[in-house]
């Protein structure tokens, strides 16, 4: 992100191209977030099932 | 079957559309890890069309140099973007702040001012968007909030979408943003997170959004032109009856999780009260004016790609706005076990609390693993969100005894006969009771002599019973006619990023 001094740049189209690629390797982070939401709610699950 | 078997049968059920919402909010979480493949990215490409920023404005001196500053930052060919500020009668220094930044940017932001103000924000920015619409220069608008910040990259992530011509509108995740957010600042942080950054990704891949952010809507000329040029201005969501209009005439609407934009949001109860009723009412309105559009599908495609009328978006929309009424019949249907039959009961409260405790840690960890940053200031109201007494029910359910026997037995105390069954009926209520509270706290927010209350009653009865109660409200306010006024969420620029 730019600091507030600063104007910020235009990306060139390659730049923006490269910029959606990126945007869809990293949204595949939320099926690992459901997996770690699954699995903590697995083990809270199984916790709370042997406390009783 | 008896006229007993009957009546048993009946509170089952309705004890069972208690866990309709609980349900369609599992539901709607496990569509979150599909947008990892069902995403709009796929037909984005690099589009940088010329933009028009309309910022509606009624008093905003106070956050105005900011926001515009923070547009004139954007990483966007400056040629290719253009400011309308409407000024709707401002009766603060809003022109003058306005001129001061047009100065110091010529013809990139440009002051409008209508002479008579005051009839809502749809009005103001029906101005704005005539004026854009009467020049060939704009391919793109862009409607937003005059408090909100937008970051360098969000503009053009969201204008790639537009690239596909099926796309009529984009939004992006606005989150909140106070500089020194207080308790429900940060409880609205965090639901902005449950309701944009997890909804609507399941409302990307199920392909029908139910809602535009109102101060983050970039809109495609075509789309405008098509939805007639302007704003309803018959209801109090106007944002929300654009992006039905859009769907229903055959473009999509994208969200985009990676544009990120910053808002202030209301930081007591009584503003959050204000602002919650106008958008509970205008979600109310817009049930009823779109009544052919719901549980119809195939609605008639005219270019595909549009699913408003689909179950599973029926359901989900359904499950926020008949909430309360699935909070009142289960707790009609417990407590009407309980007198009638106690073990089925019994059986019904563990069953569906059980099942409340696994959305709760699922949800709760989700959300937080959605957003880091607003995991870091709100992780403490996601954990609070149900109210701690809620927390208390589910332990109540998970751990029979635990309140009856245990806790009073470390006491040395034993609770009479008299007392569980208090106990108990209080447990199958909670809901309802939580429900009938929530106006405690905001009455505490409104008298100066409580308002130091109205903090630890919010996370003693939740944020989510407040919320529902505010939908109650709206649905008491619809159902008696009250007048509906525009009115406006006070914004002191609190905000940074």
């Not at chain 2, 599992?26 to 796929?42: F, G």
């Not at chain 2, 220094?93 to 932001?109: C, M, N, Q, S, Y």
């Not at chain 2, 970051?151 to 106070?178: C, K, N, Q, Y």
């Not at chain 2, 309980?338 to 609390?353: E, G, I, K």
Request: with cysteine; glycine share 8%.
């Amino acid at each position: 992100m730019s600091t507030d001094d600063q104007p910020a740049s235009t990306p060139d189209p390659d730049e923006l191209a490269d910029e959606i690629r990126a945007d869809a390797r990293a949204e595949r982070r939320v099926l690992w977030v459901a997996l770690v939401g699954l699995l903590v709610t697995a083990a809270v699950l199984v916790v709370l099932g042997a406390l009783r | 079957m008896s006229g007993h078997d009957a009546l048993v049968v009946a509170l089952v059920v309705l004890v069972l559309l208690g866990a309709v919402p609980v349900l369609a909010g599992i539901l709607q979480y496990a569509l979150v890890p599909v947008h990892a493949w069902r995403n709009h990215l796929r037909d984005a490409a690099p589009y940088l069309p010329r933009v028009v920023v309309v910022v509606p404005a009624w008093n905003e001196g106070a956050v105005l140099a900011a926001s515009l500053e923070r547009l004139m930052r954007l990483e966007y060919p400056p040629d290719r973007l253009r400011v309308l500020v409407v000024d709707d009668a401002s009766t603060d220094d809003t022109p003058d702040v306005v001129l001061a930044k047009a100065a110091e940017h010529p013809g990139r932001i440009v002051h409008l001012r209508r002479a008579h103000g005051g009839q809502g924000k749809a009005h103001t920015l029906n101005h704005g968007i005539a004026h854009a619409l009467a020049d060939d220069w704009m391919q793109a608008l862009l409607i937003m909030d005059a408090d909100v910040i937008y970051r360098p990259d969000s503009l053009r992530r969201m204008t790639r979408h537009l690239a596909d011509e099926r796309v009529g509108a984009v939004t992006a995740f606005i989150r909140e943003g106070s500089g020194r957010p207080g308790s429900v600042a940060r409880f609205i942080g965090y639901e902005y997170v449950t309701a944009q950054a997890a909804a609507r990704r399941a409302q990307n891949v199920l392909g029908a959004m139910a809602c535009l952010a109102g101060g983050a809507q970039l809109h495609s000329r075509a789309n405008l032109e098509a939805i007639g040029g302007r704003i309803d201005t018959s209801t109090l969501a106007e944002d929300t009856y654009t992006t039905f209009l859009t769907q229903l005439d055959g473009r999509r609407v994208v969200f985009e999780p990676a544009a990120v934009v910053l808002a202030e949001e209301p930081d007591s109860v009584r503003a959050l009260w204000k602002q919650r009723v106008r958008w509970a009412r205008g979600n109310v309105q817009i049930t009823g004016t779109f009544e052919h559009v719901w549980f119809r599908r195939p609605w008639p495609v005219r270019r595909g790609g549009q699913r408003l009328g689909s179950w599973t978006f029926g359901v989900i929309w359904f499950s926020v706005y008949l909430l309360p009424v699935a909070i009142v019949a289960a707790s009609i249907g417990l407590v009407g076990l309980h007198l009638v039959a106690q073990t089925t009961a019994l059986v019904a409260f563990r069953s569906l609390w059980w099942l409340a405790v696994a959305a709760y840690v699922f949800i709760t960890t989700v959300t937080l693993l959605l957003d880091g940053e607003t995991a870091r200031r709100s992780w403490f109201q996601g954990l609070t969100f149900p109210g701690l007494l809620a927390l208390v029910v589910m332990s109540a359910a998970w751990f029979p005894g635990l309140w009856e026997d245990t806790v009073p037995g470390l006491l040395g105390l034993r609770m009479s006969d008299a007392g569980r069954d208090a106990w108990q009926l209080a447990l199958y209520a909670w809901p309802l009771l939580a429900m009938l509270l929530a106006p405690l706290v905001r009455a505490c927010d409104g008298v100066r002599a409580l308002r130091v209350l109205s903090v630890p009653l919010l996370y003693v009865i939740g944020f989510g019973p407040v919320l529902c109660a505010i939908t109650l409200d709206a649905y008491v306010k619809q159902w008696r006619g009250a007048v509906a006024v525009w009115d406006k969420t006070e914004k002191t620029g609190r905000v940074v990023g």
